[in-house]
């Protein structure tokens, strides 16, 4: 019997293995057995027909592909590294990588390569918490564990579909309820969620400044904060009450689009909860403020003192499986390892532990400004940019004139693989062995199931191999990722606060760590948090006559993102359809579209083909296709959030034209 974790999302499910069958590990802490039906396929995924087996290499990308190996194409990528000015090199990674991948790519692009862009597709994920954390809380760290929910007695999930995207934190959450947990939900969308709740909030997309600043400023108004809490450990206290004095209560409730009987219903539920813990995900993180809509929620647990106490916090849900481990070893280009920023004395101190003179002190590009920066390399690895990045034309046509673009991909249908020079196939999950952290700081370790298929590379394998030809043996001398997470662990010490030392890494897969259990105050310099004023400058692209609706993009519940484990398992293709196109039933009538009719939804920036799913529960003049839609991002537009550069794919301006009646 081995025991392993799920690769899928953020909850990190332990699942165990025997025979050739999958099943969910009783004794694990987080779900006790149970597992979703993404998580229960997670063989199904490894051996299909669209596993990428062979290195390939071409000159253009209209060329057809031509059979390699990796020693010849590491060669090649890396005599152009060589060549290359370093800030023209870049490392295109993701919340899926392992710990240990994430480390050594790390490692070698800022430590060794020398160039901070290094980036993740976690910056179209999470970087507007991160941001958040750090400015309010000292911090990019969850103060609390899923499990508070059984503590709590009032859950706010806002912007958040855990019924689809965090399955197994849903259940548990129908569990809490069952012992007296109340649940509002806060969503354009009257999601599967939003059907469990007690409260069902229908706020306007993109206004939940406004609902968190309206929270905050009867808070203060009623005297309900916690006047001792806020005097002694939190900041900016004057400034906030001042700035949300000047606002007007009516004109944000208006933007909310919600009626007061709503609000105060809701209102008196909070003032009646003694603990409280906000979760959220990407309707508030993917946004032109999503770093303010963070701080506004964010301001609520400061005020009220609802934090850093069992069963209240605010609690950032994680999406990818090693999202928050990829963060721990330095995965964004803001940011260099263990947390630690690009102030002098950080750079130092990284720099004595790598033993390198390489490190800049300037953040890399981001991975939402790396195509726009005229690069020559670019490596991407467990992701795929062009289905993800938003306003896809233009990504397209940048990507196409980079002279190298490298691809370190399991599978071989990604939307990428078009433009790539050199294809490397990896190890999938299953098949190589590492840790990752789940979306409350827990440590566990993915195992090797079964062989690997063909003598398949894993990620840190080829990263190693690339430092090697690079010259950098001895500090990549890494027999198996067990080393070096140990070499990982030892460095956390440069940071005060990282406990991490103390897991033990051959025992992860069955007793995981959990870091940061101890930390029971805020991590700014003067151990207080931070009240920030924002308020909402309405920042996203408006809708006009002509593209009068705001489309909403998101997930199914047994779909993996770009589908390529996902789309090819049958027994995930029965809960919904991969392309379809909410609609409300009165924008629905006017257009004269009736139920799966054809339609082509376009913006400014291009457009797709779907299917009308015809229904009330999406606010009307809203519609919503999920991500599962490959070309969803030819539709949306690529403003970014100002600190966090993370993109507003929630709010694009589109129309639907009816192609034809069924
Ligand atoms: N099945 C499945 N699960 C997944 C994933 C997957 O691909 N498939 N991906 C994982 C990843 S990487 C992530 S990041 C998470 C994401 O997890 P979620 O964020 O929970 O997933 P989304 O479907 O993007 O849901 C966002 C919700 O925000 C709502 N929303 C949109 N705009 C607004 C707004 O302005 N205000 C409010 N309040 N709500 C708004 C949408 O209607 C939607 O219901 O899921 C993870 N889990
Ligand atoms: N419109 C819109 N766009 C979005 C979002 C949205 O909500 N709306 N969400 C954003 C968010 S939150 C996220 S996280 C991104 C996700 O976007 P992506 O990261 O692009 O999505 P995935 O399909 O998960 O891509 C993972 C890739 O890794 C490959 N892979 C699988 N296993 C391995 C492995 O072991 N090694 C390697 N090297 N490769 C492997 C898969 O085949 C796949 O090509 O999308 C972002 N884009
Ligand atoms: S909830 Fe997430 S981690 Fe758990 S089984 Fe489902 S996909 Fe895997
Ligand atoms: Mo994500």
């Given at each position: 019997m081995i025991k392993s974790v799920c690769g899928y999302c953020g909850v990190g499910c332990g699942v165990e293995y025997e025979e050739n069958k999958l099943s969910g590990n009783a004794s694990y802490p987080i779900n006790r057995g149970s597992l979703c039906q993404k998580g229960a396929s997670g063989l199904l995924?490894?051996?299909?027909?669209n596993r990428l087996t062979k290195p390939q290499i071409r000159e253009n990308i209209e060329d057809d592909f031509i059979a390699s190996t990796y020693e010849e194409c590491i060669a090649a990528i890396a005599e152009k590294i060589k060549q290359t000015p370093k800030e023209k090199v870049a490392f295109y990674l993701s919340g899926q990588l392992l710990t240990e991948d994430y480390y050594i790519a790390n490692k070698l692009g800022k430590g060794f390569i020398g160039t901070n862009n290094v980036d993740t597709n976690s910056r179209t994920c999470m970087s507007s918490a991160v941001v958040a954390h750090k400015k309010s809380i000292g911090a990019d760290f969850v103060p609390l564990r899923m499990d508070n929910i059984f503590r709590a007695n009032l859950l706010i999930l806002a912007g958040a579909n855990t019924a689809e995207a965090h399955v197994i934190f849903h259940n548990k959450i129908k569990k809490a309820k069952k012992q007296g947990l109340k649940v509002v939900v806060i969503d354009p969308r009257f999601t599967e969620t939003a059907k469990s709740a007690d409260i069902y909030l229908p706020i306007r997309a993109g206004s939940d400044i406004d609902f968190f600043n309206l929270i905050s400023k009867r808070l203060i108004e009623e005297g309900l904060y916690d006047k001792e809490f806020v005097q002694n450990h939190i900041n900016n206290f004057e400034l906030l009450k001042n700035g949300l004095n000047e606002l007007s209560s009516a004109e944000m409730l208006e933007r909310t689009a919600l009626c007061s009987e709503q609000f105060e219903e809701f209102f008196s539920l909070y003032k009646e909860s003694q603990n409280i813990i906000t979760a959220w995900t990407m309707g508030l993180n993917q946004s032109s403020q999503g770093v303010d809509k963070n701080l506004a929620l964010i301001n609520t647990h400061l005020l009220s003192g609802k934090i850093f106490k069992d069963g209240n916090g605010p609690l950032s849900l994680t999406g990818q499986p090693n999202a928050m481990g990829g963060r721990e070893v330095g995965g964004l280009a803001t940011m260099l390892a263990v947390h630690l920023g690009f102030d002098d004395e950080s750079v130092k101190k990284v720099s004595n532990f790598w033993k390198s003179d390489k490190i800049s002190n300037k953040a890399g590009l981001s991975a939402t400004q790396m195509l726009e920066a005229e690069l020559e390399v670019l490596i991407i690895c467990h992701t795929d940019p062009i289905y993800h990045l938003p306003n896809r034309n233009k990504m397209e046509a940048l990507m196409q004139k980079i002279p190298l673009v490298v691809e370190i991909n399991a599978y071989e249908n990604s939307q990428s693989a078009k433009f790539a020079h050199i294809r490397l196939p990896s190890a999938p999950w299953g098949e190589k062995e590492g840790t990752q952290t789940n979306l409350d700081r827990t440590i566990t370790k993915q195992e090797k199931l079964g062989k690997t298929f063909q003598n398949i590379k894993a990620d840190w394998e080829i990263f190693k191999l690339l430092a090697w030809e690079l010259g950098y043996k001895k500090e990549f001398d890494y027999k198996n990722p067990k080393e070096i997470f140990e070499e990982y662990q030892e460095m956390t010490k440069l940071n005060s606060y990282m406990d991490i030392c103390e897991a033990s890494y051959d025992e992860l897969s069955h007793k995981p760590f959990v870091w940061g259990e101890k930390i029971k105050n805020f991590l700014t310099p003067d151990k207080k948090g931070n009240l920030f004023f924002v308020q909402n400058k309405e920042l996203s692209e408006k809708t006009t006559q002509e593209y009068p609706f705001v489309l909403l993009t998101g997930r199914t519940r047994d779909q993996w993102h770009s589908g390529t484990k996902s789309a090819s398992v049958p027994s995930l293709l029965k809960y919904k359809e991969l392309n379809f196109c909410e609609i409300h039933s009165a924008d629905a009538d006017m257009l004269g579209i009736k139920e799966g009719d054809e339609i082509r939804v376009a913006s400014k920036r291009g457009s797709l083909i779907t299917k009308a799913l015809i229904t009330e529960c999406i606010r009307e003049k809203t519609i919503f296709i999920p991500i599962s839609n490959r070309e969803v991002n030819y539709l949306t537009n690529d403003l970014l959030d100002k600190e966090s550069f993370q993109p507003d794919y929630n709010h694009s301006a589109v129309k639907i034209e009816r192609l034809y009646k069924k």
């Open positions: 995924s490894i051996h299909p027909q």
